[in-house]
């Protein structure tokens, strides 16, 4: 079978690598492939730190695609022969003052609640861990199953195998006959005809396409280097400051990314404002990183939904969605591509369908039904 992917980042890319693996073929349709918000994205991997209350159906989603993860990354590079940057290396999340203790302690009685792997410290214990977190830190909850991949190197990786199936256009319309979609017309006018169409645009707009319940979130992002010698940390700090949330995810080039703001001001560019908090936030937990230099300042939006879940359904007998991924797109990226690929399979419904049916705001929106 046939299948355009419209929209090249971190899960269409992903998409792409699973259908190719069942033996079908594809062409990926992206005007700046991997340069939208899964280039921005931590890659934190933290079903058990991403805990809210209220976000029950959310959390299996996380939770089972994290325990896909390791056989995900495996597969890539089976495949390729190129490993991603997949580190198992647990999360910290600490309260920097008392006063954010209530939060930590409220988050990790959820967690203990789900059944998630979280273990409270004392501030000493989590400095013993990570002796570059400051000496007054009031607390924190050590989840070990939370680890992290560098999303850069999941699109390098999956970019250079998937080349001979991509354009670099942006899809302008798609193009139907009767009820079905049957292929996509590009901005220079190229007809692309396939036996089914999967849009993965993020917030990417296409002519005909049904209005759908997306918001743009923009997230600022920083990329800092730690000085020469040991790593400033080991592990992903996730921190609570004046209940403002801000994280520090360490790479193995000995650089941090320091992120991210929750923005739904419509300002594309960073954030002065933004990056300002986020590394005032981060220098209550790690002093250290007023030693460390900048090497880049991104932001992005993220496509969000009303319930933080992504929308992954069929809208016609050819076309299928898998958008809205909000904040979770790479940790639900094994799930979100086999969940994908199986619509195309016609595979019989998995237990999360109802999490992420697109028709499920059919109150505020005007999906199709067919």
């Given at each position: 079978m046939h299948v355009n992917i419209v929209g090249a980042g971190i899960i269409g890319l992903a998409i792409a690598f699973e259908l190719q693996s069942r033996a079908h073929t594809v062409t990926l349709?992206?005007?700046?492939?991997?340069?939208?918000?899964?280039?921005?994205?931590?890659?934190?991997?933290?079903?058990?730190?991403?805990?809210?209350?209220?976000?029950?159906?959310?959390?299996?989603?996380?939770?089972?695609?994290?325990?896909?993860?390791?056989?995900?990354?495996?597969?890539?590079?089976?495949?390729?022969?190129?490993?991603?940057?997949?580190?198992?290396?647990?999360?910290?999340?600490?309260?920097?003052?008392?006063?954010?203790?209530?939060a930590l302690h409220e988050l990790a009685e959820l967690q203990v609640s789900l059944g998630l792997c979280a273990q409270k410290?004392?501030?000493?214990?989590?400095?013993?861990?990570?002796?570059?977190?400051?000496?007054?830190?009031?607390?924190?909850?050590?989840?070990?199953?939370?680890?992290?991949?560098?999303?850069?190197?999941?699109?390098?990786?999956?970019?250079a195998?998937?080349?001979?199936?991509?354009?670099e256009e942006s899809?302008?319309?798609?193009?139907?006959?009767?009820?079905?979609?049957?292929?996509?017309?590009?901005?220079?006018?190229?007809?692309?005809?396939?036996?089914?169409?999967?849009l993965a645009t993020g917030l990417g707009t296409v002519q005909g396409l049904p209005h759908l319940p997306l918001r743009p979130v923009y997230g600022d992002i920083l990329r800092i280097q730690g000085p020469a010698g040991p790593p400033l940390i080991t592990r992903t700090i996730r921190g609570i400051v004046h209940r403002d949330n801000v994280y520090l995810v360490p790479r193995k080039d000995g650089s941090l990314v320091l992120g991210a703001s929750?923005?739904?001001?419509?300002?594309?560019?960073?954030?002065?404002?933004?990056?300002?908090?986020?590394?005032?936030?981060?220098?209550?937990?790690v002093p250290g990183i007023s030693e460390c230099t900048l090497n880049e300042a991104t932001a992005r939006a993220r496509p969000a939904t009303p319930d933080d879940r992504p929308l992954i359904g069929r809208l016609d007998p050819g076309l299928v969605l898998s958008t809205g991924y909000s904040r979770h797109g790479v940790l639900l990226t094994p799930l979100g591509a086999?969940?994908?690929?199986?619509?195309?399979?016609?595979?019989?419904?998995?237990?999360?369908?109802?999490?992420?049916?697109?028709h499920r705001f059919a109150t505020t929106t005007t999906l199709s039904t067919h």
């Open positions: 349709i992206d005007p700046g492939p991997g340069h939208g918000a899964s280039y921005a994205a931590a890659g934190m991997l933290a079903p058990a730190a991403e805990t809210n209350w209220g976000h029950g159906e959310l959390h299996q989603l996380l939770a089972a695609s994290n325990a896909a993860y390791p056989q995900f990354i495996e597969r890539i590079e089976s495949v390729t022969g190129h490993r991603p940057d997949y580190l198992q290396n647990s999360t910290l999340v600490v309260a920097a003052e008392p006063a954010d203790r209530e410290l004392l501030p000493s214990q989590a400095r013993k861990l990570e002796p570059a977190l400051a000496a007054n830190i009031a607390g924190a909850v050590l989840c070990e199953e939370d680890h992290q991949v560098d999303p850069r190197s999941v699109l390098t990786i999956l970019l195998h998937l080349r001979p199936s991509l354009i899809v302008q319309t798609l193009l139907t006959k009767g009820e079905r979609t049957v292929g996509v017309r590009t901005v220079t006018g190229r007809i692309l005809e396939a036996d089914q169409t999967i929750v923005r739904e001001d419509a300002q594309p560019a960073v954030n002065i404002g933004a990056m300002h908090n986020l590394l005032d936030n981060a220098r209550k937990l086999r969940m994908t690929t199986d619509l195309i399979d016609g595979a019989e419904p998995g237990q999360f369908e109802l999490a992420v049916n697109p």
